[in-house]
């Protein structure tokens, strides 16, 4: 191979390269996540941001999206960062512990460490975890998602988060809300690891509060679900938002396990929400829902890679897209079944909404099959609201902007529904009804 | 679902060593242009007697070639190509112009017949029922041995000759179309073939005329060490109708062989083309040595409106495939349609599929493919349906199954959907209980079971045009098409 040829950087790529060095000195970590750390960087320097060039980032141009690199966010007081999660309206009354992440850090004072603890839920600091001895396993990446810009971007500059470590057996009486909470502008970058220990029962609630300003927001949700471990994880971005919001779930699924994901995106101009999910043990499933909403001209995109490495598992995607005005959807899926990953089950279904004469969706369902005795399934459907549907409610006297409502209602809330989780799924109506409203 | 015996079976009879077309005919014939040089366009193009646009119409797509670069992006894997190891030209000595049948070589009309083509225009008068009838453009390495029926389709006002004959005949249609529907530097092996192409077929139905008979093109890669680049044009006038079959087959060599072939395609107001390939190349031995490298850009621009365009494929040959026949729907309410059989066995490579670019209004397209793999083959389907932002009320509708026979090979489905038009309907399926809800119901309720009711109507679409296909060329498909949609994968 040869040398890659030094690209031209757009202002932002020189704007991350002067953030990095910058910045180097005061990043937590081992000589070991040091390393891993340059490394990122020096990805980042020579290959730039992910472009329309990259297959994985085709439809998603982060490059063109990016004009400029914000400063990391500098770390924010407990008293800051309480007032605004005051103002920050998530899932209302739900009775739920708390964890906070402000500014990229993980934040003891307002989180709920001691009743987790009660409950057989340790919290510690990520960036303890990185000082450790196997601090570069904390930033170990899938072979599947191979160079991906967006983690790299995680690698070289995350400011923290935390490691949740649920116990053997423990079943949670209450989820838990792992929120992001921007204090004043910047960039936010977290890793947090998700561990539920064999037998555990765990509901995750992934929310995020404050205005990162055109600063970006990079997340990496990393969960290993042992063997007969039960983890459902909501992930709920809503509101406006200038700055990118990337957020990558790197799971990992044992034998007898099951693993919900549904991740919900309405209102960030560029949002990305990608996904490497594989399964280690047998007899186990995996759903992936997601449930999207886009207007003016945002971005929105859903992605992900579904390992089948072993036999006997079955995996479920399921994705809604609603977009308006001239908005973007992107959707791209794999199912890999590797070779001996017999009886493998997988089904996966995207369908778009066009609600705007300008909007645009880009479908990409893949299948990777090397198995013989399997079932996977894709389907991909795309087009403008049903005219005989909505006639048959006019019919029936609903105003039409009402009628509308309804119908994309019913269309999102199929995913919703299929996911199942009753304690988000009142208020995830509610934001797809303000997401119409609005 | 495991794959059924049945259709085990019928995989392994059509298994790379079962492959029946594997002999060489010894005739005596003439090589030239080794290399990759402007010499051996300039020698391609005087052997042909081309005019002087020609030449440099090559010369300037050699030049772009030698700027691009070979693609990777597809699911293959071979070794690089040697473009200066290879002859691009081999013809039979007494192919000169041959004026009737009589002056061929019987040794080619012998080769023909063994590969179950008839040549001979009364013997197919003889036994054949006269609709049935098919024109053949027989096309022997580099060249065009013979065209049959061509008076009788010269009556009709339909011009079917080497693209050789109509370059000197026809210079003026010849330059309007070529390079219309795949520019000179549409991708790497386009280029290398417009720079190089030695023959192929030219159609031109003109307007109001609906083909009086079959057409069809046989090539056959005899010589070694030589590449066939053909070139296919096909014009189909305001309100004419054309079907048009395409078949080949090449000896069983050591060496890998490249084809590399371009197809135009341009049908104009309210005419209609229909394209069927029954590909045979020699896809390598057991240990998958040697076969050819297929790599063919087929495209059709529906470029008036009402226009319509099918691709057909039957694809059992060749070590590697790389081909992505398309349609381009640019005139208002024209309607695309590819159905697509894929097998692979061995260590045969398929990368296929097919592109529906919407432009026109209410324009419509249809996909049925089925790759079937066995041995340690990789078959993958690779499609894009794109509608443009003008493109309203167009439609799509995308059945991609696939089926895998054994532990070692691979399928894999990589399906583009872009929509740029609210009012368009993409619907992408590779689920056997989601066709249509209402044809199943149909089915279903009269006592059809499940599998029986989907295997009736997927079928349904294909054997439409399958059996349209003249005897000799519908053996392979006929078998393909018994095989049952029990455990596809999707």
Same mark, same amino acid.
């Given at each position: 191979m040869n040398a890659p040829t030094p690209i031209n950087h757009t202002q932002a790529e020189a704007g991350l390269v002067a953030r990095f060095d910058a910045v180097r000195p005061?990043?937590?970590?081992?000589?070991? &996540?040091?390393?891993?750390?340059?490394? !990122?960087?020096?990805?980042?320097? +020579?290959t730039g941001l992910p472009h329309r060039r990259v297959e994985e980032y085709k439809y998603t141009d982060l490059r063109a999206f990016m004009k400029s690199a914000a400063p990391l966010a500098a770390p924010a007081t407990s008293a800051e960062a309480k007032s605004v999660l005051d103002g920050f309206e998530s899932y209302g009354a739900l009775d739920r512990y708390r964890i906070v992440i402000a500014n990229g850090t993980f934040n003891a004072d307002l989180s709920d460490v001691d009743a987790l603890a009660a409950e057989g839920v340790t919290v510690t600091d990520f960036n303890d975890g990185l000082a450790g001895e196997n601090g570069s396993e904390l930033l170990a990446t899938p072979k599947m998602a191979g160079q991906d810009g967006t983690l790299a971007l995680n690698t070289a500059f995350v400011q923290g988060g935390v490691v949740i470590s649920v116990k053997d057996g423990a079943d949670v009486s209450k989820p838990v809300e792992l929120v992001q909470v921007a204090v004043g502008e910047g960039a936010q970058v977290s890793r947090n690891r998700i561990v539920v220990a064999k037998g555990a029962t765990f509901k995750l609630l992934e929310t995020f509060a404050g205005d990162t300003g055109a600063g970006e927001t990079n997340v990496v949700f990393d969960y290993d679900v042992a063997d007969g471990a039960k983890l459902a994880a909501t992930r709920l971005m809503a509101g406006k938002a200038e700055g990118a919001k990337l957020f990558t779930t790197l799971a990992r699924i044992g034998a007898d396990a099951e693993f919900k994901a549904l991740g919900f995106l309405a209102g960030p101009a560029f949002a990305r929400n990608q996904q490497f999910i594989s399964f280690t043990g047998e007899n186990s499933e995996a759903k992936i829902y997601g449930v999207t909403m886009a207007r003016d001209r945002d971005l929105a995109d859903q992605t992900l890679i579904v390992d089948h490495a072993v036999p006997h598992c079955n995996s479920r995607e399921f994705f809604k897209t609603v977009l308006d005005?001239?908005?973007?959807?992107?959707?791209? @899926?794999?199912?890999? &079944? !590797?070779?001996?990953?017999?009886?493998?089950?997988?089904?996966?279904?995207?369908?778009?909404?066009?609600?705007?004469?300008?909007?645009?969706?880009?479908?990409?369902?893949?299948?990777?099959?090397? !198995?013989?005795? &399997?079932?996977?399934?894709?389907?991909?459907?795309? @087009?403008?609201?049903?005219?005989?549907?909505?006639?048959?409610?006019? +019919?029936?006297?609903?105003p039409e902007a009402e009628a509308r409502t309804l119908l994309v209602l019913a269309f999102l809330s199929e995913a919703i529904e299929e996911f199942d989780e009753d304690t988000v799924t009142e208020e995830l109506g509610a934001r797809v009804r303000a997401w119409l409203a609005a | 679902m495991p794959a059924v015996q049945e259709t085990i079976d019928q995989v392994k009879a059509i298994d790379v060593d079962q492959y029946k077309y594997g002999f060489v005919t010894d005739i005596d014939s003439e090589k030239g242009a080794k290399g990759l040089s402007e010499e051996t366009v300039r020698f391609l193009s005087a052997k042909k007697d081309e005019p002087e646009w020609m030449t440099e119409w090559r010369l300037d797509a050699l030049r772009r070639f030698r700027t691009m670069e070979e693609p990777d992006w597809a699911r293959v894997d071979y070794p690089k190509i040697d473009f200066d190891a290879l002859y691009y030209w081999a013809a039979p000595k007494s192919v000169e112009g041959p004026k009737s049948l009589d002056e061929v070589d019987p040794e080619l009309l012998a080769t023909y017949e063994k590969l179950g083509i008839p040549l001979r225009e009364q013997e197919i008068l003889a036994g054949v029922e006269p609709k049935n009838r098919v024109a053949v453009d027989a096309v022997f390495d580099s060249v065009s041995v013979v065209t049959t029926f061509k008076e009788e389709l010269k009556k009709a006002g339909v011009i079917f000759c080497s693209i050789s004959e109509a370059l000197r005949?026809?210079?003026?249609?010849? #330059? #309007?179309?070529?390079?219309?529907?795949?520019?000179?530097?549409? /991708?790497?092996?386009?280029t290398l073939n417009s720079a190089v192409f030695s023959d192929g077929s030219f159609v031109y139905i003109p307007e109001g005329v609906r083909c009086p008979m079959e057409l069809s093109t046989y090539f056959r890669i005899n010589e070694q060490n030589t590449g066939q680049f053909e070139r296919t044009l096909i014009i189909a006038d305001k309100g004419s109708y054309v079907s048009y079959l395409e078949g080949c087959t090449a000896p069983q060599r050591d060496e890998n062989q490249l084809h590399a072939a371009v197809v135009e395609l341009v049908a104009l107001d309210d005419a209609e083309i229909k394209y069927s390939t029954v590909q045979n190349w020699f896809p390598g031995d057991s240990q998958g040595k040697g076969g050819i490298y297929n790599f063919v850009t087929k495209r059709g621009d529906c470029r008036g409106k009402n226009s319509k365009i099918a691709w057909t494929q039957v694809e059992t040959g060749s070590a590697i495939t790389w081909k992505y026949p398309s349609c381009i729907l640019r005139g208002d309410n024209s309607v695309g349609e590819f159905y697509s059989i894929a097998v692979s066995n061995g260590y045969q490579q398929i990368d296929s599929g097919t592109k529906m670019i919407h432009l026109g209004k209410n324009t419509s397209s249809r996909i049925i493919s089925k790759g079937i793999s066995a041995g340690r083959s990789s078959n993958t389907y690779r499609g894009l349906v794109s509608a443009h932002k003008k493109a309203s009320h167009t439609r799509n509708f995308t059945q991609c199954d696939s089926l895998l026979i054994g532990q070692e090979c691979g399928a894999h489905t990589v399906p583009y959907i872009e929509s740029k038009n609210a009012s368009a309907v993409?619907?992408?399926e590779a689920t056997t209980s989601k066709i249509s809800d209402d044809q199943m119901f149909y089915c279903l309720q009269r006592g059809m079971n499940?599998?029986?009711?989907?295997?009736?109507?997927? /079928?349904?679409?294909? #054997?439409?045009?399958?059996q349209q296909l003249p005897m000799e060329f519908a053996v392979e498909a006929q078998k393909l098409i018994s095989i049952s949609l029990e455990g596809s994968v999707g």
């Open positions: 005061s990043l937590a970590g081992s000589i070991a &996540v040091t390393a891993l750390r340059d490394a !990122a960087a020096e990805q980042i320097k +020579a005005d001239e908005a973007r959807g992107v959707y791209q @899926g794999r199912i890999n &079944v !590797a070779p001996h990953a017999q009886k493998t089950d997988g089904e996966m279904m995207t369908q778009a909404l066009l609600l705007g004469e300008g909007a645009e969706m880009a479908n990409k369902p893949e299948l990777e099959i090397f !198995a013989d005795d &399997v079932l996977c399934a894709h389907g991909a459907t795309c @087009g403008e609201m049903d005219a005989d549907l909505l006639f048959y409610l006019r +019919a029936r006297g609903i | 005949e026809y210079p003026d249609l010849v #330059k #309007k179309y070529l390079g219309s529907v795949v520019p000179v530097t549409d /991708n790497y092996y386009a993409f619907e992408h499940e599998e029986e009711a989907v295997a009736l109507i997927v /079928n349904g679409f294909v #054997k439409d045009v399958i």
